[in-house]
């Protein structure tokens, strides 16, 4: 809209023409207050039915809230305005009438619960709280982005159709591919592989993925946003290396670049950048203190995987973000590589965050004749994967990679209760619409 002042930026002095929605209405007799919001905040319309048309008076007293309006008019110096600022109209013009039955509350007065918010997607980001939450999200990609550009990585996007999966199994949604079955893929890890063998080396990509699981806790969804990194010539140890450094770059650009945001959701002082390195545990390290603690209800022997009650009590002893490495190499997939001097035990880690998991990650088999292995010793059929296989025969380097859950990122650094609070149409078991 030409001309268009957002309503942080109005100034005293002005004649401006701000858009948005009408968030509310005051009228107190004679002289009446519609708060106009839009992306950069609300700003307070003055009425006075004395010295204003009669029609522009009543416009502005009869639409409904979150109809859209534009209002031009003369910017006032106003202490008792919520803003300090109020605007003098001289037109308003209803865009787009509202029903006056609306089905959650955009100021947050009244509460919802999370499926009527995700019903109305649209009108609960109307919400400053939930408005914030996905502009940190956005912050976090773009400073994710620039993480990887300063470790050299290319950009890259693969397929989310695909013949087989990546670790097998049945977590795969099929889907009819031009007469033949196909898959939803699961993970981007086989063909970032394929790219590390290129001239490219060094690649991230940020893009869905999807698993038929049949979980339904708030730290699952069936389509994710994955963050992945693959490097030729890095082992485990330095792929972990850019891990830290690109975790801790998202929370340095949210704090630098959304302080109003964090404000908005309470933790304006509370927030914290991780500091020093994450400690590095081995998973029999690990396993020792998840024991130690006392809270499970049998002990863990070698070879478990790590319980969810097993995991928070680690990280409420631990108390930071933190790695996981060394674990035994039966319950890792088939493409991490073994450690050269002990192949009971995987180059595979984990980084953690004291709630939950939130990167799974090692060092890649990049030997043809110990990959096809690998394959069959988990009980597929390395023929399936011919694609992938046949390009270790050429010259595939050295190389390590991970992959970061993007919701789970958001909802740990947020503290937020359910991960379907940080996408905006969640997909799980019981919701596919909106």
């Known amino acids: ?66 109809s859209v309006i534009t209002v031009t008019g003369s910017v006032k110096e106003e202490p008792r305005a919520p803003t300090d600022v109020e605007v003098v109209p001289e037109s308003i013009e209803v865009l787009a009438e509202s029903d006056t039955e609306l089905p959650l509350d955009p100021s947050g007065k009244v509460d919802a619960e999370l499926s009527t918010r995700l019903d109305n997607r649209t009108l609960d980001l109307r919400k400053e709280e939930v408005k914030a939450i996905f502009e940190i999200r956005s912050e976090i990609l773009r400073s994710v982005r620039d993480a990887f550009r300063d470790l050299g990585c290319t950009e890259i996007n693969t397929p989310k159709i695909v013949a087989t999966g990546t670790e097998g199994g049945t977590e795969l949604f099929p889907i009819t591919y031009f007469g033949e079955e196909a898959f939803m893929n699961q993970s981007p890890q086989l063909f970032k592989q394929l790219m590390v063998g290129s001239g490219l080396e060094r690649v991230f990509e940020i893009g869905p993925i999807f698993r038929a699981e049949e979980h339904n806790t708030p730290r699952h969804l069936n389509e994710a946003t994955s963050i992945d990194f ?3 010539f890095v082992d485990h ?65 070698w070879g478990d995987d790590l319980p969810t009650e097993g995991e928070r009590a680690l990280g409420d002893d631990v108390g930071s973000h933190y790695f996981i490495t060394d674990w ?5 997939p088939f493409y991490i590589k073994d450690h050269d001097d002990d192949e009971q035990l995987s180059t595979g880690f984990d980084m953690m ?20 292995a690998g394959f069959e010793q988990q009980g597929l059929d390395p023929d399936q994967f011919e694609y992938y296989t046949k390009m270790f025969k050429y010259g595939m380097p050295p190389h390590a990679g991970w992959g970061l859950g993007g919701e789970r990122l958001v909802m740990t650094m947020l503290g937020l209760d359910n991960i379907r609070e940080a996408v905006l149409f969640p997909r799980d078991r019981q919701r596919l619409s909106p």
């Open 353 to 372: 965050h004291p709630r939950m998991e939130l990167v799974s990650g090692g060092q890649r088999e990049h030997r043809y004749d110990h990959l096809v």
């Open 237 to 301: 140890t330095e792929a972990m290396d850019a891990c830290e450094h690109v975790v801790k770059s998202a929370y340095e650009g949210v704090a630098e670049n959304c302080q109003s945001q964090l404000e908005t959701l309470g933790l304006g002082e509370e927030f914290e950048v991780p500091e020093g390195e994450f400690p590095r545990l081995t998973y029999e390290e690990a396993i020792e203190r998840i024991n130690a603690t006392g809270e499970l209800d049998e002990q863990l022997v």
């Open 328 to 332: 035994p190499s039966e319950i890792k």
């Open 230 to 232: 693959e490097s030729a």
């Open 1 to 66: 809209m030409n001309g268009r002042t957002y309503t942080a930026d109005a100034e005293p002095g002005e004649t401006v023409t701000v858009a948005g929605w009408v968030h509310e209405v005051r009228d107190l007799g004679g002289i009446a207050f519609l708060i106009l919001r839009d992306k950069s905040g609300k700003i307070q319309i003055k009425l006075e039915e004395d010295s204003m048309d009669d029609e522009l008076v009543e416009t502005g007293l009869g639409v409904a809230r979150e």
